[in-house]
């Protein structure tokens, strides 16, 4: 019809949900599509801006740091912090690093698993970090390091990578940008513990990787500030 726009149903789908639909994708979409474009200009800026946040939140919240970890030493015995190997830009690996929040060697008999609710392996102590997600302060460090940005989609571990890659489409792609300290997956989406909740979640992860701005980077930051004092989501 002459003068009247139209869409398509994934593009539809894109803006009503605002994330994609990954069962409907193709290569040629990551290629032609508009978006999942990043200038090296765009890609500076975001560096700058992850490296200023970093110092202004690490010089917020490094006081705290010592009664954190005294706290932690006095719930259960082991480190303070806890390092584990994540996957991060172009599939590369490096060390995130959190305050622990489950109890020492939790996974020496179990393996890698998913975190659930009321999972026995966290402490009680760390069942109030993670639900006002001071456990996350020290990726700031990550961040500084260039591991991590400020905003883009969590790191997963290699062992569940491997896997979900095998059941859903596209997965890889994820790693496409910089893995984040928030993302909109985190926002929109509670924690994920099965490969439902991992495709969901990839849905949102590549809308953001699609339409990455400095306005969607805000609205997630201040999203996750509503999500950090209600609690929502944390496992």
């Known amino acids: 019809i002459q003068g009247m ?10 803006l009503v949900t605002r994330k994609l639909y990954v069962e409907n994708l193709t290569p040629s979409h990551f290629l032609f599509s508009r978006g999942f474009g990043h200038s090296r200009f765009g890609c500076v800026v975001k560096r ?9 939140g690490l010089a917020l919240c ?9 706290l932690i030493r006095l719930d259960s015995p082991g480190p303070v912090f806890f390092q584990q190997v994540r996957t991060g830009y172009g599939g590369r690996p490096f060390r995130i690093i959190k305050f622990r929040t489950m109890c020492n060697n ?46 883009g989609p969590r790191p997963e571990r290699p062992e569940f990578i491997r896997e979900l890659e ?29 490969v439902e909740d991992a495709l969901e979640k990839l849905r949102y992860d590549l ?13 997630i930051i ?8 209600s609690g929502r989501g944390a496992r």
């Open 5 to 14: 726009q139209v869409m398509d149903a994934p593009s539809f789908y894109e």
């Open 48 to 56: 700058c801006g992850d490296v200023f946040c970093a110092l202004v």
């Open 62 to 70: 490094l006081p705290f740091f010592p009664l954190i970890a005294l």
């Open 106 to 151: 939790a996974e020496q008999k179990t393996g890698a698993v998913w975190a659930s609710v009321r999972d026995p392996r966290v402490t009680r102590l760390g069942e109030f970090l993670r639900k006002t997600r001071l456990d996350e302060l020290p990726q700031l460090f990550n961040v500084l390091r260039g591991d991590m940005s400020l905003v």
């Open 166 to 194: 095998k059941s859903i489409p596209f997965y890889s792609e994820r790693h496409y940008v910089k893995p984040g300290v928030t993302g909109w997956a985190q926002v929109r989406y509670p924690y994920g513990s099965s």
């Open 207 to 219: 809308y953001y990787i699609k339409h990455q701005s400095f306005m969607l980077d805000l609205e």
């Open 222 to 229: 201040l999203r996750t500030v509503f999500v950090v004092f």
